[in-house]
């Protein structure tokens, strides 16, 4: 998601890389979870979040885009994020108790929260967010040991291409100026990078030749 933002008005004013500590350690939540509630169309998935859901709920891609999730338009293209429901507003795998149902297999935008991501020429930073979690005394911890992901370099890697995928096609769209192109393009992500399952092993393998495919489609540099 494309933001303009000061760094200096929402975080302590650092980037840093998944080597370096950071105050974000809330102790397992202890019972909070305020970020899970009331966050609208925020949440938003990406092809590795929701191949992750599929194997961890046992849902098929077309269910869970049913139950769980819903779509709406990011940057131009259409995706999808999870959706909040009930009378607390909050997201559908919330117990009863306030914990996360999900939490091994939980979507990357939740791993990082309160973190976020400063995308610049071809990469990202990470860096943290002072005023988005209601916890305080936070303690340090290791960003690799937060986020919690195997093949942590891999996964920054493809994060990357999906990001800058994104962007690219954001700019063809908008260069082709047709509401109806912009369905096609966006119908053609969803089915290409969301519905269509992934290996079982070798995610990244598959999603490089998604990816190397889009682009020569939609003849992007």
């Not at 397992?28 to 929701?50: E, F, V």
Request: glycine content about 8%; aromatic content about 12%.
């Amino acid at each position: 998601m494309l933001r303009n933002i000061d760094l200096n008005e929402i975080s302590d004013g650092n980037l840093y890389t998944s080597n370096d500590l950071v105050r974000a350690d809330c102790g397992g939540c202890r019972g909070c979870s305020d970020c899970c509630q009331g966050m609208g169309d925020s949440i938003i998935l990406d092809p590795y979040d929701m191949d992750q859901l599929y194997r961890g709920t046992g849902l098929k891609p077309e269910e869970l885009l049913l139950r769980a999730a819903d779509l709406s338009v990011v940057d131009g293209i259409i995706l999808p994020h999870l959706k909040m429901t009930g009378e607390r507003d909050c997201c559908p795998f919330l117990s009863g108790e306030g914990r996360c149902r999900i939490h091994a297999f939980r979507p990357g935008f939740c791993r990082l929260f309160p973190l976020g991501r400063l995308y610049e020429d071809g990469s990202f930073s990470y860096f943290l967010q002072t005023k988005e979690c209601k916890k305080t005394h936070r303690s340090k911890i290791r960003i690799k040991k937060w986020l919690d992901i195997p093949d942590l370099p891999r996964y920054e890697d493809y994060v990357c291409s999906w990001h800058y995928l994104l962007m690219d096609l954001q700019a063809h769209i908008e260069r082709a100026g047709d509401e109806s192109y912009q369905k096609q393009v966006s119908m053609y992500v969803l089915q290409n990078f969301y519905l269509t399952p992934y290996p079982e092993e070798g995610f990244y393998e598959a999603f490089q030749e998604r990816y190397e495919t889009c682009k020569k489609l939609f003849h992007l540099a």
